[in-house]
């Protein structure tokens, strides 16, 4: 190991070749305070954090004891770089992430510079049916704050996301969106894109209906959302759609997007089918296109297969290779250049043990950041955060507790940063 000071939990995490992890609720200060109660504590407090296969943990516990044995730890500045604490100033982005978001620190500083949502009546479409059938899916919060946007991937609804309503910080608001068709939106439509295509690929038409699919969302979220300061979370198609709302908000010259948050979904514009694997699931019927996602799809329920391989369908000309060679599901084949940037911070959640988009493609997100580094920040916003759960499949991630802690700190974050400035940052 190199003979420089350490000062931050993530340079720490770089000697290891760890960086990508996002330890949640933890910082180099509170690691060292563990590790004083023994070897054991400190590895369950890193399990506890999310650091899920023992030898990541072994290696940052051997890390953090060499450094403090060679004396590098430095005593007083174990901050992220320009997020030092001022006692006497407002919550800085640093506590945010040490606990601020939960304990009622972020919802007093909040709660003082920004005025009450004041939601009293659903206004998004689903919510009103949603609420008289008593389902826990609407909870207004017009005390809240800041508004954070939920929408789930191809074999869900809207329901599926009601942990996130009951897991959320005071200070938030969850909104679960429904698709066309789906959930408390069943009276709807479909995509057209719910019929095969006898002749083959038409990516115009699928782009198009994608496109649609994104407008119509980035309407009711932008009209829901009025002037409050609101962000987006999506999971596996969920994320794709989302995105594209991000990018349609910035179009239309919103400026009240907090950040961008996903999970369990490669980045859009990362490929991964040949062309020619593409058109034969966009020739096949719903069946087919489940029997293709192999057992990830297997136990979806009999009512909802038939719009999953809807779903599936729209998302199948994402970012197609040039070559029409016969590669697999995942693999490396050229991506779409020129890719729209979103404006707003990124967050990521993927899963070492997810068969269906594995944590490499979900890493891809940071490629369409506004800002290329993890480590180039705004007012104490990381421009790209990613976080790797340990051990879980696809669809444990959408409302897994630690995604859920990330995307509720980060929004946190983004929204202290919104604030006026103050001489801590």
């Keep these: 190991m190199p003979d420089s000071t350490l000062a931050t939990l993530t ?10 992890l996002c330890v949640s609720g933890q910082t180099l200060r509170s690691l060292r305070a563990t590790a004083a109660d023994g070897r054991p504590a400190l590895l369950e407090a890193l399990r506890g954090a999310g650091v899920g296969k023992a030898p990541q943990r072994s290696t940052i516990a051997n890390a953090l004891s060499k450094a403090e044995r060679a004396g590098r730890l430095q005593p007083s500045q174990d901050e992220e770089p320009g997020e030092a604490p001022d006692p006497d100033g407002p919550l800085s982005a640093h506590g945010i992430r040490d606990g601020g978001w939960e304990d009622g620190r972020l919802a007093e500083l909040l709660s003082a510079a920004l005025p009450g949502l004041h939601t009293s009546a ?7 049916k949603g609420a008289q059938a008593r389902s826990k899916c609407f909870v207004p919060r017009p005390d809240a704050r800041v508004r954070l946007f939920c929408l789930y991937g191809v074999a869900d609804v809207a329901m599926s996301l009601e942990p996130w309503i009951r897991s959320a910080p005071a200070w938030l608001e969850v909104r679960l969106c429904d698709l066309p068709g789906h959930g408390f939106r069943s009276d709807e439509p479909l995509p057209s894109c719910a019929l095969p295509v006898e002749t083959g690929l038409d990516e115009e038409d699928l782009a198009g209906e994608r496109e649609g699919l994104v407008g119509r969302l980035a309407d009711e979220i932008l009209a829901a959302a009025g002037e409050a300061p609101f962000a987006l979370y999506g999971f596996s198609f969920g994320a794709l759609l989302l995105y594209g709302v991000a990018v349609e908000a910035a179009r239309r010259g919103a400026t009240n997007l907090l950040c961008l948050c996903v999970a369990g979904r490669g980045a859009a514009h990362a490929a991964t089918l040949s062309r020619a694997t593409a058109d034969m699931i966009v020739r096949s019927d719903a069946e087919g296109m489940l029997r293709f996602q ?5 136990a979806i329920p009999k009512p909802m297969r038939e719009r999953s391989s809807t779903l599936f369908r729209c998302g199948a000309a994402d970012a197609l290779g040039q070559a029409d060679a016969a590669v697999g599901f995942h693999a490396d084949t050229p991506h779409a250049a020129g890719a ?37 920040r705004v007012g104490g916003r990381r421009r790209h955060v990613h976080l790797t759960v340990a051990g879980e499949q696809h669809m444990k991630l959408m409302s897994h507790k630690q995604t859920m802690d990330i995307v509720f700190r980060e929004v946190g974050v983004a929204a202290r940063a919104m604030l006026p400035t103050t001489r801590h940052q």
Aim: aromatic fraction near 4%.
């Design 340 to 376: 729209p940037l979103v404006a707003c911070p990124l967050v990521s959640v993927g899963s070492d043990a997810d068969t269906v988009w594995p944590d490499a493609m979900v890493r891809r997100w940071k490629e369409v950041a506004a800002l290329p580094s993890a480590e180039e």
């Design 294 to 298: 192999g057992p990830a799809a297997a």
């Design 11 to 20: 340079e720490l995490l770089a000697e290891c070749r760890l960086d990508h």
């Design 122 to 128: 659903p206004s998004m479409p689903g919510e009103e």
